[in-house]
């Protein structure tokens, strides 16, 4: 493995959604409390839609200065930029408020499912998609809005966002980056890609395809994941899977990556804070 040219290596880890631990709702609270325990950067996950009006934005951006907490977010489920007409426009609609209402709060990148292949091949799924990230990206340079817009790497054969789909469309649509959820590979794969030299690969891959500066600023997640013959079944904590995530945080080491790491397990903190301190012991 190749590591990459020498830059600042700054890897952040947080949780996806609040601390379970925070003691009073909302994101500005989980915030706080993320930093209380340690972590650096948390993710709004809003995947059932973006609940929110200016003065929650504002507390939540007050309280990412004060802490110096970095966020991302994850936007909302309900989007299939495969889909008829209409639900295109919605899955648009909600993608470009998702990515307003990220930089109001102050976070730095924004995630999304792009959708499903159902009965669509993949060049035409792939056409609809891309066709929809070149709207969305077009529309926020107009407006001014500066977030990353990052098509996630999905867990089940069904959805589109393969590894290879993610990193085409980042490297011909202006404003997109990939977000690489390592255990949806692992899952949408049937077990594959779990090894130091498979995830090694998969990051030259990446920086092959995208160039240098896309491990300088990768957003990942990583879960402990159950798997079947049609993939990602559900999240599970870490040491209840058989994802072997210290063989890949090996390999982010070594390949010198900077950026994001949202832990999306069920244990949230507790998995979050397990990651950091196995990754803070590497040498």
């Known amino acids: 493995m190749r590591p990459a040219a020498g830059h600042a290596v700054r890897l952040r880890f947080g949780t996806s959604g609040i601390p379970r631990s925070t003691r009073k709702p909302g994101t500005d609270h989980g915030i ?8 650096d950067c ?4 809003w995947v059932n839609g973006v609940r929110m009006g200016e003065a929650a934005a504002q507390r939540i951006a007050e309280a990412a200065r004060e802490t110096g907490l970095e966020l991302t ?31 109001r709060c102050g976070a730095g990148s924004f995630c999304f499912h792009a959708g499903f ?26 407006e001014g809005v500066r977030v990353d817009v990052r098509p996630e790497l999905t867990g089940k054969p069904t959805q589109v966002g393969s590894l290879e789909e993610i990193l085409a ?3 011909t649509i202006e404003g997109v980056r990939p977000c690489v959820d390592f255990s949806h590979q692992y899952a949408r794969h049937g077990g594959a890609f779990n090894t130091y030299r498979e995830f090694g690969e998969t990051l030259e891959r990446i920086r092959d395809r995208l160039g240098c500066s896309a491990l300088e600023r990768l957003h990942v997640h990583i879960a402990g994941i159950e798997f079947g013959p049609r993939g990602e079944r559900r999240h599970l904590p870490l040491r209840q899977s058989r994802f072997r995530y210290r063989e890949l945080l090996r390999a982010l080491k070594d390949c010198r990556v900077s950026g994001w790491v949202v832990c999306e397990s069920p244990a949230m903190e507790d998995d979050a804070l397990l990651l950091q301190r196995a990754y803070r012991r590497l040498r």
């Open 32 to 39: 706080r409390r993320a930093r209380e325990l340690g972590l």
């Open 42 to 45: 948390l993710e709004m996950a």
């Open 73 to 103: 977010a994850h936007g909302p489920y309900y989007v299939n930029l495969c889909g008829s007409a209409e639900v295109v426009q919605r899955s648009l609609d909600r993608l470009l408020h998702t990515a307003r209402m990220a930089e």
């Open 117 to 142: 292949y159902q009965k669509l091949d993949a060049a035409e799924a792939d056409r609809q998609v891309r066709a929809g990230l070149a709207r969305i990206t077009a529309q926020l340079r107009r």
């Open 169 to 171: 469309w980042s490297a």
